[in-house]
């Protein structure tokens, strides 16, 4: 070890002592297996699920809080996110960016993320490192440090961030108000990334307590995928966590809201771009709110036929077809604590004298389709295809091995429903298409966002 920074010499000089504490204190937990897949519970909550991949030496560990910015009161948006950042600035053991210097000079990258649901960090590294994740991710787990000087210079970059990639742009600024208004009286009405005012305003002890609500191992899952044994694993893991003691959590924001059907909404922006674009949104629900389990599957169907390729809907009878469309598009969240947006997008082919109004009447009319007639064999065939390949093909990346199941544990619900997805799939019927269109897609549940370009002047010109 004397290669090591004298830091992490530090850390590692404990080992001894940890694990005196870990065998006083603490006791093995329980594991549950299935395949290659293997489940372990710490006695401080912390849940580890392992997954063996040996196509290649190398591993990805993902450590996951339930917490994101839908937790976030408001006057305070935005902490969620700075805090990811902070977690990078060192502990009472690492210097600021010790952290990145170590996972990068043994091979490894490393990343995090911050949603409305989690917070997330990641190391992809040769398999022979996983000790050195977990132990720096262990101990900045309990140790943070935030220096007030390197606080106040990661807010510069948070703001310079918000501004690159919302307030100058004017399409992300658009989905931003249309998001709070389609998400009105629930916590994903307000940004990730948090409004600019509260940024400006976040202070160290408000990031320092928010760490110390949310960041403990009983509100995290960590997910370790590659190259290993999982019985080593979770050794390594009792060793370096085992001894984080556990917290009182405070409960968590609900997402609720105003329901289905609470009316139509509407809002314009008139913004510097070039183009006009139409945002329409329904509050659907998803694997995690549905009443009936086989309603997400169907909504995910009825989006690939909209949208799943050079020869859905969209594409081949708005935008090629009609050519009512320069662009359009559409999306659905199948996973989130709260309801998700079944959406549609599109920029009107003003080339060929389309406007806004035509564009909406035209994607209105596709979904309306939906209620009057079945989806064809040939269709539901294909799309059927995409979904699952989908999901058989995203097992080639041990990183969203590690996400999904990450995510869905997140989520309350086990890694073992991604096993029912496909099953799902298999079972959704035109019928069942042609149902939840009926139910959910109605005009009072309709949300719709115009943005219009600004007029312009030569000292006045819009962005993309």
């Keep these: 070890m004397s290669d090591l920074p004298s830091s992490l010499a530090k850390i590692l000089g404990g080992a001894l002592f940890a694990s005196l504490q870990f065998i006083l204190f603490c006791t093995s937990g329980y594991a549950q297996d ?49 805090l990811e950042h902070m977690m990078f600035k060192g502990t009472e053991k690492t210097s600021p960016g010790e952290f990145a210097e170590l996972i990068t000079r043994y091979g490894g990258t490393h990343n995090a ?11 992809l590294m040769p398999s022979d490192r996983l000790e050195l994740a977990l132990e720096l991710e262990a101990d900045r787990m309990t140790n943070l440090r935030i220096d007030e000087q390197e606080f106040q210079r990661e807010l510069q970059v948070v703001m310079e961030e918000r501004r690159q990639r919302t307030d100058d742009r004017p399409t992300s600024l658009a989905y931003e108000h249309f998001a709070a208004v389609a998400y009105a009286g629930t916590g994903y009405s307000q940004p990730v990334i948090g409004w600019m ?54 409960q968590a924001k609900p997402i609720t809201g105003l329901g289905y059907h609470s009316g139509q909404r509407r809002i314009e922006m008139i913004l510097k771009t070039r183009l006009p674009r139409l945002y329409l949104g329904f509050r659907v629900p998803n694997v995690i709110t549905a009443e009936h389990a086989w309603e997400p599957y169907a909504l995910e169907m009825l989006i690939g036929v909209l949208d799943g390729g050079f020869s859905a809907r969209i594409e081949k009878e708005l935008v090629r077809g009609s050519e009512t469309a320069s662009s359009a598009g559409a999306s659905y969240g199948l996973y989130s604590r709260g309801d998700s947006l079944l959406m549609l997008t599109g920029v009107p082919n003003q080339q060929k004298g389309f406007s806004l109004d035509g564009l909406e009447t035209a994607l209105l009319d596709q979904l309306n389709r939906f209620k009057t007639e079945p989806v064809s064999k040939q269709e539901l065939k294909r799309v059927r295809a995409q979904l699952i390949a989908q999901r058989v093909f995203s097992q080639d990346s041990i990183t969203t091995q ?10 309350g619900r086990s890694w073992r429903s991604i096993d029912e997805e496909i099953t799902h ?16 897609l109605t005009t009072d549940a309709l ?4 943005l219009l370009p600004q007029p312009t002047s030569p000292d006045n010109q819009p962005s993309q």
């Design 425 to 440: 799939l298999n079972a959704v019927t035109a019928e069942q298409i042609q149902q939840v269109a009926q139910k959910y």
């Design 34 to 82: 299935s395949g290659d897949i293997h489940e372990y519970q710490l006695s401080n909550g912390l849940k580890l699920i392992v997954k063996e991949d040996h196509r290649a030496p190398i591993f990805v560990s993902q450590l996951w809080y339930r917490v994101g910015s839908s937790n976030e009161p408001g006057g305070l948006t935005g902490v969620s996110h700075v």
């Design 113 to 123: 993320f911050t949603s409305r649901d989690f917070t997330g960090y990641y190391q």
């Design 402 to 411: 590690a996400n999904r199941i990450a995510q869905i544990e997140s989520l």
């Design 447 to 450: 949300n719709v966002a115009r």
């Design 197 to 250: 005012k509260d940024i400006e305003g976040l202070t160290v002890d408000q990031a320092m307590a928010w760490y110390k609500q949310w960041y403990a191992p009983n509100n995290a899952t960590l997910v370790v995928v590659g190259d290993l044994e999982p019985d080593q694993v979770f050794e390594q893991v009792k060793h370096h966590f085992g001894s984080i003691p556990a917290a009182t959590l405070p």
